[in-house]
């Protein structure tokens, strides 16, 4: 009877479980926002454990009255135990300590956390985002930055930027899911307290929805756990974080595509894509940052990425190419056949990266190789995206030319408290075209930034970023050269020892940044000195 009666409570016990949190009095009531749910399930699940807990007690202590009588038998001794009388739930003694509603819950860090995971699962709501901030200032006015893609962007950096992405789940059953995922972006140039976006240091991003698709899973039968997307997306982009650019980007409108369709050996992904550019009339002499006389073709992009093939130990392989298709209307290949506008020609690029874990550290490198105005941009002194136009503009006589790069990047920890980044570009290229000196250019370039770092403990660090570029491009037999270097000393409040890897960063800062030869760019800094010493505090998270 003992043990009935116990199986009963304890089915019991199941029922008001699954009662109690669907038959509250609260629920028909109202409707009830997330966090009246929350608060009632604490509630109901509070009260449920703390009745089991009388329940057990209660148990326990006629378990232990059993046995007594047992050995009382046994030694020849009658004892007559009578059973506790059912306890009053309801009871005054109780209330006040137990199951009184004002009384605030008491959960675990585990379960909140577990609660609180499955209330955004429930939802299918989730929103994360990026912000970089911060002030500065100079020993001769307002800073520049110069070189951030060559010299590294530690200390050389004075803009804002922001992006915050939203997800939300539309429908789900079994394995199959839909979701909405957009993403806004921007920046400020931090310089003037009325400032608008179009005054940001990229031409600004207000309202630019740079991602806008719907994401699902589970409807392609030979693909059940890829993803599939459709809308304004790329496929993941490799960053060299030291530098601010990507070896691996693709601007785009809008497209479909295909991620993480698992093979026998790692897995594919694969996007076509379309991002159409405004070619320029070749009269424009300006440039395409001041001619407004263009006419916009249509663009494809087609993508594939092959990664995680494993080499050898634990170095990973991935293999990746894009190929870029223009789509000409007859009028637009008769303006261009007649020189009137710049012809827009095919592009492509292919990439192969090397990675591997170092202790808590790791190393990519990467080749990669183009033609035509993909090429062109590894000539960029900053901004060296393989993009096929640059912010949507195309411009320039592209011949066919290739170009190539080897990209190493990573951090290691030479002791447990000594850490260090780097990252280190070579790029060389024939019969491209350049802004800076035209068609039919030849270019050699190498960069370097390494970032030695002491680590304090896991809140403070202490580094110098030491960055050197140096690039040469040949026009008719005659050479143009641009170089410089920057020294930054930095403090940082962290969360983590990585330097890559952590955020929140919190860097207080001086750079000197020293201008060698300008003969691309023709930068100077402010009163037309060669050099600029700044000085300031940053910020940058992850949230």
């Known amino acids: 009877m003992k043990n009935s009666s116990y199986e009963i409570h304890k089915k019991t016990i199941a029922l008001m479980i699954a009662s109690g949190c669907v038959l509250s009095p609260y629920v028909d009531a109202k409707p009830m926002t997330l966090e009246q749910r929350v608060e009632l399930l604490e509630k109901q699940l509070t009260l449920t454990q703390q009745k089991l807990q009388v329940y057990e007690e209660k148990e326990a202590k006629e378990s232990r009255v059993a046995e007594t009588a047992s050995n009382s038998v046994e030694s020849g001794k009658i004892a007559v135990a009578k059973p506790d009388a059912k306890p009053n739930l309801q009871s005054s003694a109780l209330a006040p300590n137990v199951f009184a509603e004002k009384n605030e819950p008491t959960l675990?860090?585990?379960?909140?956390?577990?609660?609180?995971?499955?209330?955004?699962?429930?939802?299918?709501?989730?929103?994360?985002?990026?912000?970089?901030?911060?002030?500065?200032?100079?020993?001769?006015?307002?800073?520049?930055?110069?070189?951030?893609?060559?010299?590294?962007?530690?200390?050389?950096?004075?803009?804002?930027?922001?992006?915050?992405?939203?997800?939300?789940?539309?429908?789900?059953?079994?394995?199959?899911?839909?979701?909405?995922i957009a993403q806004l972006e921007g920046d400020l140039?931090?310089?003037?307290?009325?400032?608008?976006?179009?005054?940001?240091?990229?031409?600004?991003?207000?309202?630019?929805?740079?991602?806008?698709?719907?994401?699902?899973?589970?409807?392609?039968p030979f693909a059940p756990d890829a993803i599939f997307w459709i809308g304004k997306n790329t496929l993941p982009q490799h960053e060299i974080q030291m530098l601010d650019w990507?070896?691996?980007?693709?601007?785009?409108?809008?497209?479909?595509?295909?991620?993480?369709?698992?093979?026998?050996?790692?897995?594919?992904?694969?996007?076509?894509?379309?991002?159409?550019?405004?070619?320029?009339?070749?009269?424009?002499?300006?440039?395409?940052?001041?001619?407004?006389?263009?006419?916009?073709?249509?663009?494809?992009?087609?993508?594939?990425?092959?990664?995680?093939?494993?080499?050898?130990?634990?170095?990973?392989?991935?293999?990746?190419?894009?190929?870029?298709?223009?789509?000409?209307?007859?009028?637009?290949?008769?303006?261009?056949?007649?020189?009137?506008?710049?012809?827009?020609?095919?592009s492509w690029t292919a990439l192969a990266a090397l990675s591997n874990p170092i202790g808590k550290g790791f190393n990519e490198?990467?080749?990669?190789?183009?033609?035509?105005?993909?090429?062109?941009?590894?000539?960029?002194?900053?901004?060296?995206?393989?993009?096929?136009?640059?912010?949507?503009?195309y411009?320039?006589?592209?011949?066919?030319?290739?170009?190539?790069?080897?990209?190493?990047?990573?951090?290691?920890?030479?002791?447990?408290?000594?850490?260090?980044?780097?990252?280190?570009?070579?790029?060389?290229?024939?019969?491209?075209?350049?802004?800076?000196?035209?068609?039919?250019?030849?270019?050699?370039?190498?960069?370097?930034?390494?970032?030695?770092g002491y680590i304090w403990n896991v809140l403070n660090?202490?580094?110098?970023?030491?960055?050197?570029?140096?690039?040469?491009?040949?026009?008719?037999?005659?050479?143009?050269?641009?170089s410089g270097y920057k020294i930054t000393l930095a403090h940082t409040l962290k969360v983590d020892a990585s330097m890559l890897n952590s955020r929140p960063e919190i860097r207080f800062y001086t750079t000197y940044l020293k201008a060698l030869r300008n003969e691309l760019d023709g930068v100077t800094f402010n009163d037309d000195k060669n050099y600029q010493l700044s000085f300031g505090i940053q910020a940058e998270l992850f949230f």
């Open 395 to 452: 411009y320039g006589l592209h011949s066919g030319g290739i170009g190539w790069r080897l990209v190493n990047q990573g951090e290691v920890y030479l002791t447990p408290s000594v850490i260090m980044a780097h990252a280190l570009v070579y790029g060389s290229g024939h019969d491209l075209y350049s802004t800076y000196t035209g068609a039919h250019t030849d270019f050699e370039s190498f960069r370097a930034v390494v970032r030695p």
């Open 108 to 180: 675990s860090a585990e379960s909140l956390k577990k609660i609180s995971q499955y209330v955004q699962d429930d939802a299918g709501f989730k929103y994360s985002g990026y912000l970089r901030s911060g002030w500065a200032s100079t020993t001769n006015g307002g800073p520049k930055s110069w070189a951030a893609g060559s010299l590294g962007r530690f200390g050389n950096e004075y803009d804002g930027w922001y992006d915050l992405t939203f997800r939300k789940r539309a429908w789900r059953e079994g394995n199959k899911s839909i979701s909405a």
């Open 246 to 346: 990507k070896t691996n980007k693709t601007l785009t409108g809008a497209g479909i595509g295909l991620e993480n369709w698992k093979q026998p050996v790692g897995s594919l992904s694969m996007a076509l894509t379309r991002y159409d550019v405004d070619n320029y009339r070749i009269a424009c002499k300006e440039g395409p940052t001041s001619c407004t006389d263009t006419t916009q073709v249509n663009v494809n992009i087609a993508e594939v990425r092959y990664k995680d093939i494993p080499v050898v130990n634990d170095t990973k392989l991935e293999l990746g190419a894009k190929y870029a298709v223009p789509n000409k209307t007859d009028t637009q290949e008769k303006l261009e056949n007649s020189d009137q506008y710049y012809r827009v020609k095919s």
């Open 365 to 393: 490198f990467s080749v990669q190789v183009a033609n035509n105005s993909i090429a062109s941009q590894f000539m960029n002194i900053s901004d060296a995206n393989p993009e096929f136009g640059y912010n949507s503009a």
């Open 189 to 220: 140039f931090l310089a003037q307290s009325d400032e608008t976006y179009d005054k940001g240091y990229s031409g600004g991003g207000m309202g630019k929805m740079n991602k806008l698709y719907v994401e699902t899973k589970g409807f392609i």
């Open 461 to 482: 660090q202490s580094a110098i970023e030491l960055g050197f570029f140096d690039q040469k491009n040949t026009l008719d037999s005659e050479n143009y050269n641009e």
